[in-house]
């Protein structure tokens, strides 16, 4: 059955640089930036993995919790981390899953045949505190992933999660947001967004981050 925005995250029991890990009990009440690489002591694969441990913080500051995966084994992934934190100058600490027989590769569908037979390409996994897949992307190996880009759906989903809003096209962190169509009730939106709004249109109704003016529960 193919994976789609909403399904449960598959669980799967795995060895992994930290030692085994149950998928769902080691996410916990965390969110989840899961991605997959097409193999270790890789160029582009290095740099990646470097960029998710320089972000470690920005990871941290929005409960998100980075698990990476390849087809390499665990010691092949303990000794390349020396090669990226060498290369890269970081100190990754995130697990890199170790899926030699390509049990969990196969439940997200991360191999495609048409770039390998037995590597993973480059796919990106949000997973939510629920275990509900929110975003997928899939990259072709000659293409690094954009972190940015990780961060600002990240970024949108837990804003749009705990306000009835929606991002539009380009929008980062701060920026103006839509009021969702399906809240009409006047007294509420004022509520929610005291510093008003902007009608473009009846359905096009901007209004500033709710973050930073929400005015109740």
């Known amino acids: 059955m193919s994976l789609l925005l909403g399904s449960t995250a598959p669980n799967f029991t795995i060895d992994s640089t930290a030692g085994q890990i149950n998928f769902h009990d080691w996410a916990g009440d965390s969110w989840v930036f899961f991605f997959s690489h097409p193999a270790d002591f890789t160029p ?22 980075p698990l990476g995966l390849s087809t390499d084994t665990v010691e092949e992934h303990v000794k390349w981390i020396e090669d990226v934190n060498d290369t890269q100058n970081c100190d990754l600490q ?30 990106v996994f949000i997973i939510d505190p629920n275990k509900k897949v929110r975003l997928m992307i899939t990259y072709p190996a000659s293409t690094g992933r954009n972190f940015n880009e990780v961060l600002r759906v990240i970024d949108s989903l837990q804003l749009t999660d705990e306000h009835k809003v929606a991002t539009p096209g380009n929008w980062e962190r701060g920026g103006d947001v839509v009021i969702v169509p399906s809240l009409q009730d006047e007294e ?9 709004y902007k009608a473009v249109k009846s359905y096009l109704r901007m209004t500033p981050d709710p973050r930073a003016n929400w005015s109740g529960d």
Do not use: W
């Not at 990646?48 to 998100?64: D, H, I, P, S, Y």
């Not at 049990?103 to 590597?119: N, Q």
């Not at 509420?188 to 008003?196: L, W």
């Open 44 to 65: 582009v694969c290095t740099t990646e993995m470097g960029r998710t441990a320089q972000l470690a913080k920005e990871f941290e500051a929005r409960n998100v919790k």
């Open 94 to 123: 995130f697990p890199i899953v170790a899926d030699a027989d390509h049990k969990v590769a196969e439940l997200y569908e991360m191999i495609h045949a048409g770039e390998s037979e037995t590597a993973a390409v480059r796919s």
């Open 188 to 196: 509420e939106i004022k509520q929610r967004f005291p510093k008003g």
